[in-house]
């Protein structure tokens, strides 16, 4: 499996508790839509899984490696392995599609050629074909400022693939984006996820998780409320994700 998480555990402070007791596995090729209302703790499992937060309890393994137990060169190697796509892209915008895709390549190059942009064939021929993929190879050479929002995601994308993840977290990757945008980027992360990599993308919106998703994981209060096919949830399972917190997507 791609991910194996057992009794996460994150408080803060005395009072709150962001996740409480998580686990769950993911496979690889599989896509997941983690839901679940604001304050569910989407985010501070997201941080767990990519090493950014360390959780009070628990483990988060990837390709049998505890990113919860390791540190300095041990963890940076192992964050080559998972992938984060976030909400606002995180392009630099100055910079061309192709530079900003290059970027999934820095773990991976020395730091001489990262600070004067030379970058080997290889990883422009990678970086390109990553574009090919998200269907942005025409767009190579313009600006990310250049870009629509939901062109700006499709390189955020690529830029996963360059770095040759094997685990892509989305973190509401469609929260900002028109519904034709939406459906376009999601359609690549389905795509990427055929591949053989384990897509992880929080969403608020049921309709899209239910037509995009493999699986939905569903959080409430930092527990974990469903975990389960798509087929295997109903209108009503969706419905009371949301209506146990009082709230609506």
């Given amino acids: 499996m791609s991910v194996r998480v057992e009794r996460l555990t994150k408080r803060y402070g005395d009072t709150v508790t962001a996740l409480a007791d998580v686990s769950f596995s993911i496979e690889p090729g599989e896509f997941v839509a983690v839901l679940g209302p604001s304050g569910a703790g989407k985010t501070t499992l997201f941080r767990c899984l990519t090493g950014l937060t360390r959780p009070d309890g ?131 992360l389905r795509v990427v996820a055929r591949t053989g990599v384990a897509v992880v993308a929080s969403l608020h919106q049921v309709h899209l998780a239910a037509t995009y998703a493999d699986r939905i994981i569903a959080l409430r209060a930092g527990r974990v409320v469903e975990n389960a096919p798509v087929g295997r949830l109903d209108a009503r399972a969706f419905e009371q994700i949301y209506a146990r917190a009082g709230s609506t997507p």
């Avoid at 999934?104 to 990553?130: E, I, K, S």
């Avoid at 870009?147 to 700006?152: A, N, T, Y």
């Fill in 58 to 188: 628990g483990s988060v393994i990837v390709r049998g490696r505890d990113i919860c137990a390791i540190r300095g060169q041990q963890l940076r190697a192992a964050r080559q392995d998972v992938a984060l796509i976030f909400q606002q892209f995180n392009l630099v915008r100055r910079l061309t599609a192709l530079h900003n895709v290059l970027a999934g390549r820095l773990a991976r190059l020395p730091t001489w050629r990262v600070v004067l942009r030379r970058f080997a064939r290889p990883d422009r021929q990678r970086a390109l074909a990553c574009l090919d993929a998200v269907g942005l190879l025409d767009r190579a050479y313009a600006r990310a400022d250049e870009l629509s929002g939901g062109q700006q995601q499709r390189v955020a994308i690529a830029r996963a693939l360059a770095q040759e993840a094997t685990v892509v977290l989305a973190d509401e990757p469609v929260a900002s984006l028109d519904p034709e945008s939406a459906a376009v980027v999601l359609d690549t």
